[in-house]
């Protein structure tokens, strides 16, 4: 299966470092929705990437417009993840799709109200405490992208370390 991670006008590199560290990490590609809040050679954004840039696919698309035009909601299995959705980020069978796109919003806002409205069934959300805002938007990308590895046995993953081996 290939997952996608898209940011749409991601705002703090440090989260977006982290994401890119994710995906990198478990094969998911990184789209990056513009307006960005940095620029792409950002020593913070960088940083929390660590030296994972190169093993790293990213598309970078001008607007999320362009993006939805290149990648319709209607053609393939997009999720898009926010505090405001009726359904839970578990409930969706991930395991039957062959491509998986999961966009997130920008911090301050998230996506915006009217992507939202339109394509309110295929919105998720990670359950949390009424009392609360929201959960780190690395930490949200992270629980998500490893419930649908998890969905697909972690295929193409290292499941077990060989260090006492």
Same mark, same amino acid.
């Given at each position: ?55 790293? *696919?990213? %598309? /970078?698309?001008?607007? +999320?417009?362009?993006?939805?035009? &290149?990648?319709? =909601? @209607? ?20 395991? *039957?799709? %062959? /491509?998986?796109?999961? +966009?997130?919003?920008?911090?301050? &806002?998230?996506? =915006? @109200? ?52």
């Amino acid at each position: 299966m290939k997952i996608n991670i898209v940011m749409v006008e991601p705002e703090i590199p440090q989260n977006t470092g982290n994401i890119a560290r994710t995906c990198a990490a478990t094969g998911a590609k990184l789209h990056l929705v513009k307006p960005l809040g940095f620029t792409i050679n950002d020593k913070t954004l960088k940083r929390a990437g660590l030296d994972y840039w190169d093993k790293l *696919e990213i %598309e /970078e698309h001008e607007c +999320l417009a362009d993006f939805l035009e &290149k990648y319709k =909601p @209607e053609e393939h299995a997009m999720y898009f993840v926010t505090t405001k959705a009726p359904h839970c980020y578990t409930d969706v069978p991930y395991e *039957e799709q %062959e /491509e998986v796109f999961l +966009l997130f919003g920008k911090e301050t &806002k998230g996506l =915006p @109200e009217d992507l939202l409205q339109k394509y309110l069934d295929k919105s998720i959300r990670i359950p949390m405490r009424q009392t609360l805002r929201s959960l780190n938007l690395s930490n949200s990308v992270a629980i998500v992208v490893y419930e649908v590895l998890r969905h697909n046995q972690f295929r193409d993953l290292e499941k077990y370390s060989s260090y006492f081996n």
